[in-house]
Nanobody, 122 residues
Framework: QVQLVESGGGLVQAGGSLVLSCAAASGRISSINVMGWYRQAPGKQRELVADITSGGSTNYVDSVKGRFTISRDNAKNTVYLQMNSLKPEDTAVYYC???????????????WGQGTLVTVSS
């Protein structure tokens, strides 16, 4: 079984920074196609924040462009989200997602982390 373990959420003042990390926990992962971060604010639908392919191509939602940076370490099966110039509207539960995790026994099509809360105070 593959799990995504997230860390790095917390409380920060507007204008501050946080780094989220998400590691795929399994002893025998050979590759992961796309890794990304989604968020869900109270009363709103979950939305894609950013994602990154195994080759390093990135995609961002317009509201975070220029402020957030997604990166990954393929050797560690880990994805990061550097969040700068945080705004109160960035407050949400952030979820890590991984698509097509390949192991010797099977391919996991879509795996979600448990979520980590980011709160930005004004």
């Amino acid at each position: 079984q593959v799990q995504l373990v997230e860390s790095g959420g917390g409380l920060v003042q507007a204008g501050g920074s946080l780094v989220l990390s998400c590691a795929a926990a399994s002893g025998r992962i050979s590759s992961i196609n796309v890794m990304g971060w989604y968020r869900q604010a109270p009363g709103k639908q979950r939305e894609l924040v950013a994602d990154i392919t195994s080759g390093g191509s990135t995609n961002y939602v317009d509201s975070v462009k220029g402020r957030f940076t997604i990166s990954r370490d393929n050797a560690k099966n880990t994805v990061y989200l550097q969040m700068n110039s945080l705004k109160p509207e960035d407050t949400a539960v952030y979820y890590c997602n991984a698509d097509r995790i390949r192991t010797p026994m099977r391919i996991y099509l879509e795996v979600w982390g448990q979520g980590t809360l980011v709160t930005v105070s004004s």
